[in-house]
């Protein structure tokens, strides 16, 4: 299939509505623009979650400070491993085969870049990554948990989503205990501080016409800012509540 987006002009509403797109079937019957950006959205997803299994072994478990800590590296990265595993499943049902990127460095990888997970210096960072950024990633996954494209919904509710939370729960454990002391809580403040524009840039444009695209045939409800705010929103207490807060969200952005 070409996957080269086919532009057009958003409709008021989905045209799409929750599961109506029930299997492979129908999605042949579905119009080619829909067709393209399912595929396209899957296969972001897709490498995101092998991507993410990469991140937990050769960045994370590397700065891990304790045994434990490692073996938590690794359970993370195996769910990751089992996620990819899930979507390539759902994209094999419409011929669409991923293996080639188990055979991919992380660099040749079109579609899910990671230069932040690469640039984290230290545990404290890790702990905000996926305290905060895992928690950007649960947003976009609770968005396909009511995709119109059924299969694609399905492996969210039954699996993902409950381990998403399980990541961003790890995070928040680093984070929190941290806190507890003086020292800990500066150091936590200041990777939030260097991360906290990267983070929010994960949302991705504002003026993404992909991203209405999306929303026309109900591959997902909510656009990027209204996410971002939506994220901002839920954040911010539960960092006040460390004694952590946000930087000013326009300072330091690639885009908005």
Same mark, same amino acid.
């Given at each position: ?18 599961? @109506? ?15 393209? $950006? ?22 994370? =478990?590397? *700065? ?19 996620? =990819? ?8 049902? *419409? ?6 990127? $188990? ?38 996954? $609770?968005?396909?948990?009511? @995709?119109? =494209?059924?299969?694609?919904?399905? *492996? ?15 995070? =928040? ?34 003026? @993404? ?5 999306? $929303? ?41």
């Amino acid at each position: 299939m070409d996957t080269t987006l086919i532009e057009s002009t958003p409709q008021a509403g989905p045209i799409a509505g929750p599961g @109506s797109v029930r299997d492979a079937s129908d999605f042949r019957n579905m119009p080619e623009e829909y067709q393209q $950006l399912a595929t396209r959205l899957m296969l972001v997803h897709t490498e995101g979650e092998l991507t993410g299994a990469d991140d937990y072994t050769q960045i994370f =478990y590397n *700065i891990a400070p304790n045994a434990f800590e490692k073996q938590v590296c690794c359970e993370r990265a195996a769910e990751e491993v089992l996620h =990819y595993r899930l979507s390539a499943e759902v994209l094999g049902e *419409i011929g669409v085969d991923t293996s080639s990127m $188990l055979g991919q460095h992380f660099l040749e990888r079109p579609y899910y870049p990671n230069e932040l997970v690469r640039g984290v210096k230290n545990w404290m960072e890790r702990g905000i990554f996926s305290f905060i950024g895992e928690a950007v990633v649960l947003e976009h996954l $609770l968005e396909f948990a009511e @995709s119109s =494209y059924k299969p694609f919904a399905d *492996i969210f509710v039954k699996q993902i989503i409950s381990d998403e939370h399980t990541h961003v729960a790890h995070g =928040y454990r680093i984070i929190k205990e941290a806190c507890e002391t003086e020292e800990g809580r500066a150091g936590a403040q200041q990777a939030l501080d260097r991360l906290w524009p990267h983070l929010l840039d994960l949302f991705g444009r504002s003026d @993404s016409q992909r991203s209405r695209l999306y $929303l026309k045939w109900g591959l997902r409800k909510t656009g990027n800012e209204a996410l971002r705010a939506q994220f901002v929103r839920k954040t911010v207490p539960r960092l006040a509540a460390m004694g952590l807060h946000v930087p000013d969200g326009a300072a330091n952005r690639a885009f908005v």
